[in-house]
């Protein structure tokens, strides 16, 4: 028989005594065409490895981390969407609604990629997601050195002009992990400073000019806040 009884509470601080707090949940989906690369992004992020082997999303596949910023426990809600029309349409309402963050992907070696990523944004506004909603553009497969068809300035130009941050990356390469990382935690920063102002719009969202946008350059910090 245990010693105490009576129960079986284990030893320690009782919990109804302990400080509530709440994690915050930020959810940030993730689109572009299909095989750009999008769930071995979000795959990196989350779990910090690249797979092996991937099929075509069909819907949504839900990722999960949760980080640390000032002191401050977040969950990041990763959604990774399906590129392909027919595995996509009847979740399209679902990926927008009360979406925090939006990370458009193309892949480097494939211009109709990033040609066709005025779709997405179409299809985003689309659904009324609010402008201060921080959205960020990601070139990804950059080890793929000799087969790339987008050049960065272009990429650049098209993420100044739509005010988005750009990220050109890899998720297949270890050594782009940090600039993987980077793309998340940017988000995730801008978040939590815009959300803990106290003078908030009608929509919730805090009454602040649209972030500007930041070089390729300068979103690579390491070990802080890319941001
Ligand atoms: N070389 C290289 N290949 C990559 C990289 N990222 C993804 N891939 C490959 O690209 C293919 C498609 O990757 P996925 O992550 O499944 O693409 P997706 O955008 O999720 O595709 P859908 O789910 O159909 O929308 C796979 O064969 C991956 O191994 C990368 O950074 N470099
Ligand atoms: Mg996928």
């Given at each position: 028989m245990a010693a105490g009884g009576g129960g079986g509470r284990p030893p320690g601080p009782d919990p109804a005594l302990e400080p509530y707090v709440q994690t915050r949940?930020?959810?940030?989906?993730?689109?572009?065409?299909?095989?750009?690369?999008?769930?071995?992004?979000?795959?990196?992020?989350?779990?910090?490895?690249?797979?092996g082997k991937t099929e075509a999303t069909i819907g949504v596949d839900f990722r999960e981390k949760t980080v640390e910023i000032e002191g401050e426990r977040i969950k990041v809600q990763v959604w990774d969407t399906a590129g392909q029309e027919r595995f996509r349409k009847s979740m399209v309402e679902h990926y927008y609604r009360n979406v925090h963050a939006v990370v458009f992907v193309y892949d480097v070696t494939k211009m109709s990629s990033f040609t066709n990523l005025k779709t997405?944004?179409?299809?985003?506004?689309?659904?009324?997601?609010?402008?201060?909603?921080?959205?960020?553009?990601?070139?990804?497969?950059?080890?793929?050195?000799?087969?790339?068809?987008?050049?960065?300035?272009?990429a650049l130009k098209f993420a100044d002009a739509h005010n988005m941050l750009l990220f050109e990356t890899s998720a297949k390469d270890p050594q782009e992990s940090q600039n993987v990382d980077a793309i998340f935690?940017?988000?995730?920063?801008?978040?939590?400073?815009?959300?803990?102002?106290?003078?908030?719009?009608?929509?919730?969202?805090?009454?602040?000019p649209q972030p500007q946008p930041r070089r390729l350059e300068e979103a690579s910090g390491k070990g802080s806040c890319p941001c």
């Open positions: 949940i930020f959810k940030i989906i993730v689109i572009g065409d299909s095989n750009v690369g999008k769930t071995c992004l979000t795959f990196r992020f989350c779990g910090g490895t690249f797979p997405w944004i179409e299809e985003c506004n689309g659904h009324a997601v609010p402008p201060l909603v921080p959205r960020v553009l990601v070139g990804n497969k950059c080890d793929l050195k000799d087969l790339i068809q987008v050049p960065s300035s272009l935690m940017c988000l995730v920063c801008r978040l939590k400073a815009q959300r803990s102002l106290p003078c908030r719009d009608a929509e919730g969202w805090p009454a602040q």
